[in-house]
């Protein structure tokens, strides 16, 4: 199952974490994986390469598998419609595959 973590800091999103294989179909078939991976690394890419986030924490794992992107407070003004979006996209296909993605909020500390 793929596990989905936002992030919030005083209900603001910061950081955004997939792990994990849905296992909806053998690997390099899954639709539901390449959904999700497709998601975050545009995720990344929009944020380094695009909105040119300072102070982007980003790691990745390709054993586990691991995408997490974190970022500061004080940057949500300039990316809030990327990360919203992203946010979104991967809550409906947490919703609509239910038996193979999970979708939860963390609170971060300051």
Same mark, same amino acid.
């Given at each position: 199952?793929?596990?989905?973590? =936002?992030?919030? @800091?005083? %209900?603001?999103? &910061?950081?955004?974490? +997939?792990?994990?294989?849905?296992?909806?179909?053998?690997?390099?078939?899954?639709?539901?994986?390449?959904?999700?991976?497709?998601?975050?690394?545009?995720?990344?890419?929009?944020?380094?390469e695009i909105a040119k986030v300072e102070? =982007?924490?980003? @790691?990745? %794992?390709?054993? &586990?598998?691991?995408? +997490?992107?974190?970022?500061?407070?004080?940057?949500?003004?300039?990316?809030?419609?990327?990360?919203?979006?992203?946010?979104?996209?991967?809550?409906?296909?947490?919703?609509?595959?239910?038996?193979?993605?999970?979708?939860?909020?963390?609170?971060?500390?300051?």
């Amino acid at each position: 199952m793929i596990t989905i973590k =936002l992030f919030y @800091q005083e %209900n603001i999103l &910061v950081g955004i974490e +997939s792990s994990g294989h849905s296992g909806f179909a053998e690997k390099g078939y899954d639709i539901v994986c390449a959904a999700v991976s497709v998601l975050m690394q545009s995720l990344v890419l929009g944020l380094r390469e695009i909105a040119k986030v300072e102070s =982007l924490i980003c @790691q990745v %794992n390709d054993s &586990v598998p691991l995408i +997490s992107v974190r970022w500061i407070k004080k940057s949500v003004p300039k990316i809030s419609l990327l990360t919203e979006t992203i946010s979104e996209s991967l809550k409906q296909i947490a919703e609509q595959n239910s038996d193979y993605v999970k979708i939860c909020s963390k609170g971060v500390n300051e």
